[in-house]
Structures are given as structure tokens and as C-alpha cells.
């Protein structure tokens, strides 16, 4: 009876380990496969992050930003800026607005409130512009 409560505990045993090391092969994962046949590896192409544009708006803040493509308030504005916001281009016919970007924070303060133009590259990932050139719209 010790015989075969023995026999039977090493078989058991050893359908366990063998049930155990098959389901661990099992289970890794396989490698990527290259073509063979080229010989590359595959590639993945970006798009770029900014282009060149044209854009009209108004100078606004990031506060109130479409606020003031209704109602333009260079006060409040500078207002805004002054108090660690930034200015913004903003468009109402669709919804959008753009934080400018430039060193000529003049320029911005001059066009505060008002209708303009803007070139620059356009960072649509961050929604923001560096202005390359502004003017006023009439």
C-alpha cells in the first residue's frame, strides 16, 4: 500500500512539472519577425509638428480669450497680460485661439484688442504661433 501511495505521488509529480514547463513556453512571447526577404527593418514616419500660415483674429489674453472677438477691451487685456496671462490670437468664425509667441511683446501690447493678420509657424500639438509678422486689418 506504501508502494503504490508512492508510485502514485511521483506520478502525479511528474504530470505537474511537465504540465508547468509547457504552459511557461507557452507563454513567451515571440519576436518580431523582419521581412526577409528586403531585409529592413520597418520604418515610421512623423508629420511635422509646424507649419508656415496666415492667420486673422484679434489680439486677446488667454483669460478671456474669444471674449474679445466680440467685444474688444485693450484694457482688460492688458490687464490679463500684466497679471501672468498670455496673449493670444483669437478667432471667432472658428473657434480657435493660438498663444503668440514672439520677443516683440510691444508689438502685441501695440495690436492689443485689435483686428490683425498674423504670419508664423503654427504648432497645432501645443496650439500656439510664432509670429514672424503682424499688421493690422482693417
Do not use: W
Not at 86 to 97: I, S, W
Request: proline fraction near 4%; charge should be neutral.
Amino acid at each position: 500500500m506504501k508502494n503504490l501511495l508512492s508510485l502514485f505521488s511521483c506520478l502525479f509529480l511528474a504530470v505537474t512539472i511537465t504540465a508547468c514547463t509547457q504552459q511557461t513556453t507557452e507563454n513567451k512571447p515571440t519576436p518580431p519577425t523582419q521581412d526577409r526577404a528586403s531585409n529592413t527593418a520597418p520604418t515610421t514616419t512623423q508629420a511635422p509638428t509646424s507649419e508656415t500660415v496666415e492667420l486673422t483674429g484679434y489680439v486677446s489674453d488667454s483669460s478671456c480669450g474669444l471674449k474679445h472677438t466680440k467685444e474688444p477691451d485693450r484694457e482688460c487685456i492688458l490687464k490679463c497680460v500684466e497679471n501672468g496671462n498670455h496673449f493670444v490670437l483669437a478667432n471667432a468664425e472658428d473657434n480657435t485661439t493660438y498663444k503668440l509667441n514672439t520677443e516683440d511683446l510691444a508689438k502685441l501690447r501695440e495690436f492689443a484688442g485689435k483686428k490683425v493678420k498674423v504670419s508664423g509657424k503654427l504648432d497645432k500639438q501645443n496650439q500656439s504661433l510664432q509670429v514672424s509678422n503682424i499688421e493690422a486689418v482693417s
